[in-house]
């Protein structure tokens, strides 16, 4: 069985940083793609970064040169650096995986972010 746990959310001022971590078990990391999300308060749960099985990262514009993913295959583990943190980034941060071979999603249980001005 899969499980994603997140870790490593907390409140910050704006302009700092964090960095997120999710374990996964029951997974190989190496071997799926993976990603962060982020859901705000009365917000749809929007896309944070991506990596693909061959390392490759994906960002949306709103975070793209500020946030990083990176995996860690010893430690079965995908970060998410955040630096110059903005209000706006507050939101509850999912770790998620997804397999190619059966189509299928899991996700972590969430990780709070809380950017103060």
């Known amino acids: 069985q899969v499980q994603l746990v997140e870790s490593g959310g907390g409140l910050v001022q704006a302009g700092g940083s964090l960095r997120l971590s999710c374990a996964a078990s029951?997974?190989?990391?190496?071997?799926?793609?993976m990603g962060w999300y982020r859901q705000a308060p009365g917000k749809q749960r929007e896309l944070v970064a991506t990596?693909?099985?061959?390392?490759?990262?994906n960002y949306p514009d709103s975070v793209k040169g500020r946030f990083a993913i990176s995996r860690d295959n010893a430690k079965n583990t995908v970060d998410l650096q955040m630096n110059s943190l903005k209000p706006e980034d507050t939101a509850v941060y999912y770790c998620y995986e997804y397999r190619i071979a059966t189509m299928t999603s899991y996700w972590g249980q969430g990780t709070q972010v809380t950017v103060s001005s």
């Open positions: 990596i693909t099985e061959g390392g490759s990262t």
């Open positions: 029951g997974s190989s990391v190496s071997l799926n793609f």
